[in-house]
DNA sequence: TAAAACCGACTGGCTGGTCGGTTTTATAAA
DNA sequence: TTTATAAAACCGACCAGCCAGTCGGTTTTA
């Protein structure tokens, strides 16, 4: 029986609780084992250190994360829209699962610098998403001729502020900001200079 | 003669450069003592713990920049203008002192959950800052009739985003990207059916 | 001459990772 | 089907390094 991916995803799973409830640093590896029913021994058959298993988590949320944004984006009427539905997407995804914000969000920092690397790889997965639709929305005369690269930056460092504002104040869903948030941002790329080229359907 | 609170300078300011360069975790003790040319029980005489020394650190950049955001906010020509001043006087802060921006940005992380509450504290402070220009700018009509406290932290948000970016990827000074930041955060603001009230000079 | 400031060897708790050994599984010969 | 056996998977007591914080003692200051 091939059992090998199944405990794989059992302990990642567990790992990913442990780490967003505690941070990488705080994250004990005998408290993974707990959760997974495994001894230590055990986990360190499956991954060779306690930075390999905080990566290995860290790249399954992301894909997870990314392919919902693409997919999303997928059901945009026009780039701009499709943008805006990926950004929303991961508002939502987020915003229905705490824990994995907080890994994603704040709980890797503690690891030290080898994170900066990781961080700014899902970062950038993310940046490019939202690049490549604003640039085809450039393109189709939607947008006003902005740098998309640091658009992307604007969208993706607000959604990551509500998210920790959110984390941190216990406030309400950072969803219900979602429709303001995609006024501010859209609003941030619209010709400045009179009307772009094509009457574009709101979302 | 009155050297407690000149040591104190001296301990902060030797601890703050440890913090940024290693993070709160991988930041030793007695590296700040050696920086100080003082022995960890010197240290201690000084600051009951690792933690209230980190907090005091933290503290004290945050005075600094936010002082320097209020002043740099009076020299704007309208309240839309005055938080663009104080945006850009703290791009520009962080942007020649990289150590700063690294320990204020992400370097709190690895403490815990006990520098959520503190990294909380000071993003308010300066979104305090933001809001307070912001509303003033809607009630003068050079804004519209936006969610001040949301647009606090789109604006904190970005700046942080390409603060980290630049952290990260050793790209050019954020510094050079303030303009262009600038213009896409303030166009986000304006009345988005025509014509703000008030013809307002470009800063 | 007392209080403040400073010294630095030492300790105690902690935890990632190891390793010799045990159990389970897959494969194959009997 | 049963037995043999090698490999894979798992176990958990133990080790080793690390470092914040302590404390009895010394020096400096008022």
Redesign the pocket.
């Known amino acids: 029986?091939?059992?090998?991916t199944e405990?794989r995803e059992r302990i990642l799973e567990a790992a990913a609780s442990v780490f967003a409830d505690k941070g990488y640093?705080?994250?004990?590896?005998?408290e993974i084992?707990r959760r997974t029913?495994?001894?230590?021994?055990?986990l360190?058959?499956?991954f060779?250190?306690?930075?390999h298993l905080f990566f290995a988590v860290m790249d399954r949320l992301a894909n997870k994360l990314v392919q919902r944004a693409e997919k999303a984006a997928t059901g945009g009427s026009t780039p701009l829209n499709a943008a805006e539905e990926a950004l929303v997407s991961v508002l939502n995804e987020l915003s229905t699962h705490k824990r994995l914000a907080r890994l994603l969000v704040t709980q890797g920092y503690s690891m030290g610098s080898a994170f900066e690397a990781k961080r700014s790889e899902v970062f950038e997965r993310f940046a490019a998403v939202i690049v490549d639709k604003l640039e085809k929305a450039k393109i189709a005369g939607e947008i006003s001729d902005v740098d998309t690269d640091l658009a992307s930056r604007v969208w993706l460092g607000s959604l990551n502020e509500v998210v920790v504002h959110w984390l941190f104040s216990n406030g309400t869903s950072p969803k219900d900001a979602a429709p303001e948030l995609k006024r501010l941002l859209v609003a941030s790329l619209r010709s400045p200079s009179g009307s772009a080229s094509g009457g574009v359907p709101e979302s």
């Open positions: 029986m091939q059992h090998r405990t640093h705080d994250a004990l590896i005998d084992g029913s495994m001894s230590k021994g055990g360190y058959f499956h060779p250190s306690k930075e």
